[in-house]
């Protein structure tokens, strides 16, 4: 089992920055791979970015490629969403997701592929 929480979510103004954390407990996070989702008002949950286990491959939608950045602390049981240049239609509830254990490879962007979910936290970016 493994339990995540996110943090760092707010209230941006447009072209403004944010850094999201999940940070995991039970087993160690090295074991999976770790997605971001979005979910806006009325809208499906949406694919943002991905990260492998040794946190040598990102994947990003191409939405936020660019200006978005996933990454982990394998040490810190963490991952981490740095989001630059922010948009308005970036707001949304952001989730981090654990997937793939043992696995050398997921479909990154499925959402079926991950097994334990965070609680979300709200970003709002203002225009």
């Known amino acids: 089992q493994v339990q995540l929480v996110e943090s760092g979510g707010g209230l941006v103004q447009a072209g403004g920055s944010l850094r999201l954390s999940c940070a995991a407990s039970?087993?160690?996070?090295?074991?999976?791979?770790m997605g971001w989702f979005r979910q806006a008002p009325g809208k499906e949950r949406e694919f943002v970015a991905a990260?492998?286990?040794?946190?040598?491959?990102?994947y990003y939608a191409d939405s936020v490629k660019g200006r978005f950045t996933a990454s982990r602390d394998n040490a810190k049981n963490t991952v981490y969403l740095q989001m630059n240049s922010l948009k308005p239609e970036d707001t949304a509830v952001y989730y981090c997701?654990?997937?793939?254990?043992?696995?050398?490879?997921?479909?990154?962007?499925?959402?079926?592929?991950?097994?334990?979910w965070g609680q979300g936290t709200q970003v709002t970016v203002s225009s």
């Open positions: 990260i492998n286990r040794s946190g040598g491959n990102t």
């Open positions: 039970g087993r160690t996070l090295s074991s999976y791979h």
């Open positions: 997701a654990a997937g793939g254990f043992g696995h050398y490879y997921i479909d990154y962007g499925r959402i079926q592929e991950y097994d334990y």
